[in-house]
């Protein structure tokens, strides 16, 4: 897919006769309208810095755009901003301000429709319902953009970057903040998510539906309002990111909600009310992620099949795991726990006893919530004492059966 | 009042076993402190200590102290004095001394290790709970004329208070668990001080678990200024009430 997107680019560069039209306040072309329909394909538009209206402007053309010191595009909050339904469009440097905020559609800042091959970098969305809104597109980069959310309400903020049936878009090393979702993917397939900061959005860091063969990779998600959502998606690879203190009634790191097929790797959950929670995985890898000092490590629904968790670090949690029913034909092998309490005689480096992370206190508070009132208390430690030593009411069948005595070091 | 509470200071002093147990108290936290680096787990630790063996040895300092000083409190009452006031300050030299035997073993290394406010609520936790305890002491006691029936009664208390009327709790949550219970888990964390201080505490740890919905609810109630009020005012009235129950049965004590 990539190399496609490389050898369009190539391909049209040859056309390249490339004239320069330069949008000025004192300049000849002086508002951006005019500058749209002035310039010719393939020509290259220059804006100086300064603030030009631009409501609902469509470019038709493939162009290529440049904004020299940051100018401002202002949609003064009467439409959509800018839209692009063009291949070939090259966006670097745009400040796009003030779109109209509404319930009936979902306004934009920038919008991209039915284009292929363009490339958005460097610019900054304030104040936008919807940030980029990319639907029906193919070959799109969104580069180093920012996009902090409109103040319209809480209810009312649309999506930092929106994908809507899209393909093999790249979505590299953007801030979003103060959004509905920080980026969203509807239907989008073979994207790839990299290096990007979303924090402080209203409800998730990122959110996936229907979005199958995607990839997002060092990104931090932090402080969201429930954290990040991974629904009805099939191979979905999520490595090296880093969830972060999400706190609140159903607040969680990762939601993985019927997914399949998925690598969940080198990741780091910290500060959740609910590290990973899991409903309706099949067939999941989760390795070498680092669970620590969340209240729930790990909550796996008993309709999860055929998943893996190896080679994980669990330390810090008040409750390992939990799950409300018992487990099939899962596999955990080969996971560090702090609360183990095994002992090694053949020096392998693995306990000798296996690891049970559901703890009866875990299972008592999934039943009855109010019992949370009792923990750290000295009666729960006997009970939990007696129940690892005899275990009877914990599920049989959540079981590390080679639990690892020391902390895999990773970094 | 005051003179005795000296006295009796004195008299603790000289027998060396506080002494003994504040050494305890430094080690155990030092070493807690020195294993751990990250400062919160090993207050996590100090929690557990402070929950189980501040009130047992409480209890049974007292109780036993209680006994071993009763012929000098006899001869006391044979003084021109008030019952109350003898029994007050026996009350005060004990607590004081006790009270700052915690406060040098547990509080000073929690003051160099860990100082934050989750410290300074386990400090405080300690010190209220060390009280309370003293005067559940001073309650069995004053009840039991025997000293095998009272330190029996007061290690029937201290178990009892950290670990029966937990499983009571436990019980009850499950036979009710249909209902709304939030303002009945209050009430019930209220009957007992080492719930009240461990709630105390882990309204300041373990608030990530604790904030799902009924962890909300609690974390509404303890976190709120009334929240701590109530709490300060529930531990104030463990210390009082059975000081108060122990004053009235030493009134009319046939000694």
């Known amino acids: 897919m990539k190399l496609r997107c490389l050898f369009y680019t190539l391909f049209f560069s040859l056309f390249c006769k490339a004239t320069t039209v330069t949008l000025c306040k004192d300049c000849p072309v002086q508002n951006f309208k005019q500058a749209l329909q002035v310039i010719k394909p393939y020509d290259t538009l220059v804006i100086k810095k300064g603030t030009y209206t631009c409501i609902n402007e469509t470019i038709y053309k493939p162009i290529t755009i440049i904004g020299e010191s940051l100018p401002v595009l202002d949609g003064k909050q009467m439409d959509e901003i800018l839209v692009v339904m063009s291949n070939d469009v090259h966006l670097f440097g745009l400040a796009i301000a003030n779109s109209k905020c509404g319930s009936m559609k979902d306004y934009a800042g920038l919008r991209v429709f039915k284009a292929r091959n363009v490339i958005i970098e460097n610019c900054q969305l304030t104040n936008t319902f919807f940030g980029i809104y990319l639907s029906d597109s193919k070959c799109i980069t969104v580069k180093n953009c920012s996009g902090k959310g409109a103040h319209y309400g809480k209810s009312d903020t649309g999506n930092g970057i929106h994908l809507w049936k899209c393909d093999s878009i790249s979505i590299t090393g953007n801030h979003l903040e103060g959004h509905r979702d920080g980026i969203y993917l509807e239907f989008a397939k073979h994207c790839t998510i990299e290096s990007n900061l979303c924090e402080r959005n209203f409800r998730y860091g990122l959110h996936f539906m229907f979005s199958d063969n995607d990839t997002y990779s060092n990104n931090t998600f932090t402080g969201n309002g429930t954290g990040v959502a991974v629904m009805y998606s099939k191979g979905v690879h999520m490595f090296n990111n880093k969830f972060l203190n999400n706190w609140g009634d159903a607040a969680y790191g990762l939601l993985l909600k019927d997914m399949s097929n998925g690598i969940i790797k080198n990741n780091i959950f910290q500060n959740n009310t609910i590290g990973v929670t899991m409903e309706g995985g099949t067939n999941m890898r989760f390795e070498k992620n680092d669970f620590v000092q969340n209240g729930y490590g790990l909550k796996v629904m008993a309709n999860c099949r055929l998943d893996t968790f190896v080679l994980n670090n669990f330390s810090g949690n008040t409750f390992d795991a939990s799950t409300n029913g018992e487990l099939k034909e899962n596999l955990f092998e080969k996971n560090y726990w702090d609360k183990y309490e095994g002992y090694d005689l053949n020096h392998d480096a693995i306990g000798d006893i296996p690891y049970r992370p559901v703890s009866l206190y875990s299972v008592l508070v999934d039943q009855m919530p109010y019992a949370i009132m009792l923990m750290r208390s000295f009666t729960i430690d006997l009970l939990n004492k007696a129940e690892k030593n005899i275990p009877s009411i914990v599920p049989e069948t959540f079981i590390d059966n080679k639990p690892i005595m020391k902390m895999i070091k990773r970094r | ?255």
């Open chain 2, 1 to 255: 009042m005051l003179k005795i509470a000296k006295y009796v200071i004195y008299d603790i002093l000289r027998s060396k076993v506080l002494i003994a147990y504040t050494l305890f108290l430094l080690v155990i936290s030092f070493s807690l402190f020195a294993l751990e680096t990250d400062g919160a787990k090993s207050i996590v630790s100090l929690l557990s200590i402070v929950l189980i063996i501040v009130p047992l040895i409480s209890i049974i300092f007292t109780t036993t102290y209680f006994y071993n000083s009763y012929e000098f409190i006899e001869l006391l009452v044979a003084q021109p004095l008030a019952r109350n006031t003898i029994l007050l300050g026996e009350f005060l030299g004990v607590a004081l001394s006790m009270a700052a035997t915690f406060f040098i073993g547990i509080g000073i290394p929690v003051l160099i290790y860990a100082s934050s406010s989750t410290g300074m609520i386990l400090l405080l936790a300690g010190i209220v709970l060390t009280l309370s305890f003293i005067s559940i002491a001073f309650f069995a006691s004053v009840a039991m004329r025997d000293k095998a029936k009272g330190i029996g009664l007061s290690l029937l208390l201290w178990f009892y208070f950290s670990v029966i009327y937990d499983a009571i709790v436990l019980a009850f949550l499950f036979s009710f668990s249909d209902y709304p219970l939030d303002r009945a888990v209050i009430a019930l964390a209220s009957l007992n001080p080492i719930d009240m201080a461990r709630l105390m505490v882990l309204m300041k740890l373990d608030i990530s678990a604790l904030m799902g919905f009924t962890g909300a609810v609690y974390k509404q109630f303890f976190g709120s200024s009334f929240g701590l009020f109530y709490t300060i005012g529930i531990m104030l009235f463990w210390i009082t009430l059975p000081l108060l129950a122990s004053v009235r049965i030493f009134k009319k004590k046939n000694l």
